[in-house]
DNA sequence: ATGGTAGCTGTGCTA
């Protein structure tokens, strides 16, 4: 029975809910991460998704700022909501999904902090916190690699605020000095990745030098046409599980909705 | 040379 899983930064729940239930529609996706939710966990729009079957929510929001949830029509289970770095954002949410026949895939729901605009961890506070948080990742991931019983059935989603590859962004000269696409950012993202041997699927299935993007700025006069994007948002499967997924893809039509997130969703398809 | 938009908050911050 396959599971298919859905990512989206949808910067503010509670303004675009009707666009997470035209993903729904649309897609029908099992399980729908967000980020970005910007609702206190009190004030989520349950009941529209429970209607539409996403029975099985757990949440880890905030008010104004940041904040993750998990959707899910098949049974989950809490698992954690680390606070990373010693403060309150409220950036990670992990479960475990039941895989439909007596098993469970643990997925891990990110929202990396953005990191401002000077890439400079020295007089930029937020720059430093990301390269932190990427660190923080890397430990744990170490960790749970090195553990008595590691989990190989794994996935981790979310927006990671770095493009990794030269072809994630419009220009790759341009933007090496831009936050999301520095040298310092993504290999430090390379060192999360390599921490557990994750596997960047969307990346194995639409291969550079194709460009691939999930984010356009609300900047530009018209998105489309400039198509100055970026790759920040991602789905990464542990290796043991890798080769069930056989499917993914990127809703670029989506940045074009009415009142649109400036994020597209990502979808990954596991044959399990 | 450095603006442009968006959301939430509260008269600015974060992205």
């Known amino acids: 029975m396959p599971l298919s899983i859905a990512t989206w930064n949808i ?3 509670r303004l675009r809910q009707d666009l997470v239930v035209r993903l729904a529609a649309e897609h029908a996706p099992d399980v729908i991460c967000l980020q970005e939710t910007k609702c206190p966990d009190a004030h989520f729009p349950r009941r529209i998704f429970e209607q539409l079957g996403y029975r099985h929510i757990e949440l880890h929001g905030q008010k104004g700022y940041h904040g993750v949830a998990v959707l899910s029509r098949r049974q989950i289970e809490p698992v954690i ?5 010693g403060i309150g954002d409220c950036r990670h949410i992990c479960v475990d999904v039941d895989d439909g026949r007596g098993g ?11 990191g401002g605009d000077e890439p400079d961890p020295a007089v930029n506070p937020k720059f430093a916190h990301k390269l932190a948080f990427l660190d923080e990742m890397t430990a744990w991931f170490a960790a749970e690699r090195d553990a008595v019983a590691p989990s190989d059935r794994a996935v981790l989603v979310g927006d990671l605020n770095i493009a990794p590859l030269a072809d994630d962004v419009w220009s790759h000269t341009q933007l090496l000095r831009v936050v999301s696409h520095t040298p310092v950012e993504t290999e430090g993202l390379e060192r999360v990745r390599a921490a557990l041997g994750w596997v960047d699927v969307v990346r194995r299935h639409i291969p550079p030098p ?23 948002d991602h789905v990464w499967i542990s290796p043991g599980l890798s080769a069930a997924c056989d499917r993914v893809a990127v809703l670029r039509e989506a940045r074009g909705w009415d009142r649109p997130s400036d994020h597209v969703p990502v979808i990954a398809r596991l044959d399990i």
């Open 11 to 13: 910067n503010s729940v």
């Open 81 to 85: 909501a680390r606070p990373f770095c």
């Open 104 to 114: 469970k895939v643990r997925l891990h729901n990110f929202y990396v902090p953005a």
């Open 210 to 232: 194709e460009k691939l993007y999930t984010w356009w700025s609300y900047r530009a006069k018209d998105w489309a046409a400039g198509d100055r994007g970026r790759r920040l």
